[in-house]
């Protein structure tokens, strides 16, 4: 006879799955669960260190060192550290496997150090850096609490072939200077980079040696820098990035913007592959001219809503045949997720009709984000969008004023891409047919917006003025 007997056995019980579990929840259910179990405090207090946003978690400036001492090894997120205070309370020696560092560092120079000592500490774990002087906020006198610490990203022994070398994928430099040589040493300890942006950052001085970084696609960047003034012989970024994609830039000086023909010769000589633009600044004063004689084949153009001219959009058209993403960049301030419909605030005089020729002759547009035009449905539907590979869509629509018409727009969309699969997976469409004629006949704005968006299958992100929608 067998006597052997089964417990049952508490999923909770088991440390691989409060560990998993812990990585989703939220930093108040994690609070929960230890003081639901002592067992459980292990895994969830990693949660709640996780992640450190002083905008939303004021109060952590103010932790007891030993509550530092205890737990910072956990942290690996932080975002948001503004005051010296809050470097102060980082700048703790078990604070030390970093993953993402967003602050200021130029408050005062106690605060540059503490920046500076902090990257160091991390720089065998830091993917993601993002340092800001905030020349708006505090009126900085010493320009020296501006300069960046090369030394600080580079580990110990990096130097050396074979050994440790910095994990660092993103970097960003936002009113800050370092001389050439100091950002070669930076991109040379950097091997992972993909992402450099050296906003409103100043590159100077003579370099004294010359270093290519294969793996960086994404460069921001100032036109000056780009293309420097030959008299100070200094090179041009585009130098060190053979393998660039996507370049942001903009020129905000008062001076003249470089000869369209320098800027040319600069593009093709060191970045063959770039094909991708976010101008911002001045700069977007000359997009017409940049589209027209500076590049070709560009597969995905951003700028300031405010600059959207006809000639701007005469210009975009003419890279249809290679064109991907149209987008305006988000408006200080702006959320997509917001639980409000914003005002419609038009920045351009274009007329709505055409505005239209972006969708109608880009065959090949798989996102377009013009979230400050509104469009009108009779412009809308007298022509056809030939970008039918769309995936992302962010505009608003007269008449779609509401979150409730908004709302109906997305269910009525949802349904439409519901009966669409349906139909392809059981090839059966019965109710399918009532459905589509009952669709056709209403002629609310609400559903000529939504068989609008059926038309493109393969579409998958909508804003049309509250929140993104999936047709899922």
Known sequence: MDTTTTTAINPFDLPELRDRLSRFIPVQDALSCIFLSKAWSHEFVSAIWFKVDFNVHPL????????????????????????????????????????????????STMQQVNAFQIVARNNSSLRDVDLIADVHRYNIVDKSTHHVSASAFVPFFAATPGRLSSPLESLDLTSLWLKHDELLTILEASPGLSKLRLTHTDVVGTPTRFFQHPGITLLSTSLKSIVPEVSTGLPSLLSYVPNLTTLQTWHSDSSAIPPSARIKKAFERYCPLLKQFKLGGNSVNTIPEFFTNIVSNVTRITFPEARMTSKTIAAIVLHQASMIKVAQFYANGFNYDEERVPEVLEYSNVSGEMMQEIPRKCSHLQRLNLHRHEMDMDVVESGEWKCKDLRKLRIRVKGLDTKEKILRTIALWRAGCWRRWQKKATGIDIGVVEEEERLKTDQSIEARVARHLLKFEQLWWVWLGYQMWTPI
């Open 60 to 107: 952590f400036a103010h932790l007891p060192a030993d509550i530092i001492a205890k737990h910072g090894h956990l942290i690996r997120i932080v975002e948001n550290a503004e005051t010296p205070a809050q470097s102060s309370i980082l700048n703790h020696a078990n604070v030390n496997k970093l993953r993402r560092l967003q602050m200021q560092t130029s408050a």
